[in-house]
């Protein structure tokens, strides 16, 4: 059996751009309330032509918590959410998923639209190409749920109340302290935010085992010269001053 | 997918809120899906007065209020029913049985089965068998 086909249209991204590509997003929704949790699901709820509902049994019969397609020649697209995951108690996880679709859409949204049915989407999410577009889709996801800015800033303050409470001794409970104290305020799932916080452009655990050897009570800054910054009209934009 | 006033009506006023699908369906104690299906229109809009009231005041609609007024309005042009049903209607056990039927895409036989157990003569003495 030859390799399947590939999937027309679809454009992958470098990390760079997907951060920038998130943070001209968030600062395009002046509709959305400047609060956290970021209302990723408000936000694609309130997209043009998107169609957001749940759907029963994604995850149990096909192993995914969402999907996308349109429906019968309409020019909306449907986003689907698993019913059981809307109406359970996780909202860390709801958010990841509802986050995960809205970054497809984003995304990926010319190619979604050749999807006719959610068995013909379950069939692109198996094909080979559509890996880079889910770990492009995490990341994006994960850029609109935690904006840089904002953990950074909620970082400094956590890490100061954190090593004022628990000393300089012990990195690794100040690591996970911080950790899980960002994901329940953004809401998110530990494992995302220990992500975030790990890699760049955040790198916060770097700047906090620097700081905890050299007993700073201060989170270390971040390198001016690797942080990300991208170019921005100068008025405040919606999320920075959260 | 049916199209309902009230259903497009208590969405523009859930975004206009600011609420997102779960968080509102969290204030109003119901599921996402249930309230996804009755803005969509699968579902009729809920039928008890207590109930519209909570959801109107959980969307800070002003009693006497143009808004206030459409949504009982829209609420009460879906409902139109006959006068029996729609007191059968207003109970939520009554409803629950209802959809579950649905849901289960029962079959004719299948109905009259239930029927039959439902008349049963313990049952019709208004006692539940407890299990």
């Keep these: ?242 | 997918m049916a199209k309902s006033a009230f259903g497009n009506l208590l969405r523009a006023f859930r975004l206009r809120s600011n609420y997102g699908l779960r968080e509102f369906a969290q204030l109003i104690s119901e599921s996402p899906s249930n309230l996804s299906a009755v803005e969509k229109g699968r579902r009729a809009p809920w039928r008890t007065l207590d109930k519209l009231r909570a959801i109107a005041e959980a969307l800070s609609l002003q009693e006497g209020s143009r808004d206030w007024d459409q949504f009982f309005l829209s609420a009460r042009i879906r409902n139109s029913l006959p006068n029996d049903l729609e007191a059968l209607l207003g109970r939520d056990l009554n409803l629950a049985l209802l959809r579950t039927v649905e849901e289960k895409k029962l079959t004719d036989q299948q109905l009259r089965e239930l029927i039959a157990y439902v008349n049963k003569e313990r049952w019709a003495n208004g006692q539940s068998d407890g299990n």
């Design chain 1, 1 to 242: 059996m030859g390799s399947p086909m590939a999937i027309s249209g679809l454009v992958e991204y470098s990390r760079t751009e997907l951060e920038r590509r998130a943070r001209e997003y968030l600062s395009s929704r002046h509709d959305i309330p400047h609060m956290l949790p970021i209302k990723v699901e408000l936000m694609l709820d309130t997209t043009p032509n998107i169609v957001f509902d749940t759907f029963p049994g994604l995850v149990v019969k096909h192993g995914v918590e969402g999907a996308i397609c349109t429906q019968n020649g309409s020019k909306d697209l449907f986003v689907f959410i698993d019913e059981g995951i809307a109406c359970g108690h996780d909202s860390a996880r709801y958010n990841a998923a509802v986050g995960e679709e809205l970054a497809h859409v984003r995304l990926h949204g010319a190619v979604l639209m050749q999807v006719k049915t959610i068995e013909h989407f379950l069939e692109i999410q198996r094909h080979p190409d559509w890996d880079k577009s889910e770990y492009d889709a995490r990341i994006f996801s994960a850029a609109i749920r935690m904006p840089c800015h904002l953990v950074e800033k909620h970082a400094r303050i956590h890490y100061c109340e954190i090593v004022d409470s628990l000393g300089f001794g012990q990195t690794r409970q100040i690591e996970m302290a911080i950790n899980a104290r960002l994901a329940r305020l953004f809401e998110v799932p530990l494992e995302d935010m220990r992500r975030r916080l790990m890699n760049w452009p955040c790198e916060v655990m770097r700047r906090v085992q620097m700081s905890v050897l050299s007993c700073s009570p201060e989170l270390t800054p971040s390198d001016p010269v690797k942080k990300f910054m991208p170019v921005f009209s100068p008025q405040k934009t919606l999320f920075e001053e959260l």
